[in-house]
């Protein structure tokens, strides 16, 4: 059950809160297992017979499935990617609600006219799987590109400072405009094969398969060819890299700031009997040219060092970089 993306995915459907079948907590334990030793990206690297053996003796000493969460939790501490995770029932169901139904405020991204010249968006995480938050997400920030836009630009600036990750569909779909291009940034299985994450009008596709769909119309922006600043810190991560990926490589467009965090991998979701879900790293981040951010905590790096993470610093160096 492949999906986008990137920390935290999972899939859309109605969760029953109970078992779906009768499981001890040794057979659940290996349904877990046999997932990671199918899809871990890592898993040539794996001695399963002994994992096998350490836990499942352990997971024999458990009387209850929900006992073998840190069992479980334990063995993806042995995937060594630093990306996979255990994710309760109920956790999964907070997931699917919107963020003003649990009391989280909206991700909207901040916008301004810097110097009257410099147009400047966030894109900031978006962490939950709610459609109509994905859809709300997009049109704000289309809605502020256009608004923008209308001022004619010299520049855009694109700040992905302290975005963790979350969502890929929704991040990509919103910065979809700015790109030059199809195909910028994808990811590389165990077995080296490639696919590229892509927006279209129906939708979020993974190679030839739609993934999501997200209805909101497309926009055109007549400046997007202006130069384009992505401003990146230590704290942009995962599906926020994947973002910044996209934009590697374009002509018209720098990075500034330093090395991301390095959660360069992409996710699948595979659901348990009990609906708890693993979240497994199946991928490696690639971008347009295809090279591979394997590893893990080095991060994409900027084309523009800064070391300092105020965003005066960034637009000080922009402006001399632009001779403004």
């Known amino acids: 059950m492949k999906r986008?993306?990137?920390t935290v995915v999972f899939s859309l459907f109605l969760f029953t809160g109970r078992l779906l079948s009768q499981e001890t907590p040794v057979s659940y334990v290996e349904k877990a297992i046999q997932l990671m030793e199918q899809n871990s990206v890592n898993k040539k690297?794996?001695?399963w017979t002994t994992i096998r053996k350490k836990y499942l003796k352990q997971a024999g000493e458990k009387k209850t499935v929900r006992e073998t969460y840190p069992i479980i939790r334990d063995i993806l501490g042995n995937l060594g990617d630093h990306h996979s995770k255990l994710y309760e029932p109920e956790v999964i169901v907070d997931y699917l609600?919107?963020?003003k139904e649990v009391g989280a405020p909206f991700p909207y991204p901040k916008d301004s006219l810097i110097d009257h010249t410099m147009a400047y968006i966030t894109v900031p995480a978006i962490g939950n799987l709610n459609q109509d938050d994905w859809n709300e997400y997009v049109q704000t920030f289309y809605d502020k590109v256009k608004k923008l836009d209308q001022s004619n630009p010299k520049l855009w600036i694109i700040d992905l400072r302290n975005n963790e990750g979350g969502m890929f569909s929704p991040m990509l779909k919103a910065i979809r405009p700015f790109l030059d291009r199809d195909n910028t940034s994808g990811s590389s299985d165990s077995?080296?094969?490639?696919?590229?994450?892509?927006?279209k009008k129906d939708g979020i596709y993974f190679g030839k398969r739609k993934i999501d769909a997200i209805p909101v119309p497309d926009i055109v922006i007549k400046n997007k060819n202006k130069p384009i600043y992505i401003l990146t810190n230590k704290v942009t991560a995962s599906s926020g890299e994947f973002v910044v990926a996209s934009f590697r490589g374009q002509k018209?467009?720098?990075i500034v700031g330093c090395n991301t965090t390095g959660l360069t991998s992409d996710n699948s979701d595979f659901r348990l009997p009990d609906n708890a879900f693993l979240v497994l790293t199946t991928g490696t981040l690639i971008d347009r040219t295809k090279y591979l951010y394997k590893e893990v905590g080095k991060g994409i790096p900027a084309d523009i060092e800064i070391k300092s993470d105020q965003l005066s610093d960034y637009i000080n160096t922009i402006k001399e970089q632009q001779k403004l």
């Open 4 to 6: 986008i993306l990137i």
């Open 252 to 254: 018209n467009v720098k």
């Open 97 to 99: 609600k919107r963020f």
């Open 45 to 47: 690297t794996i001695d």
């Open 191 to 199: 077995a080296g094969d490639i696919s590229f994450f892509n927006s």
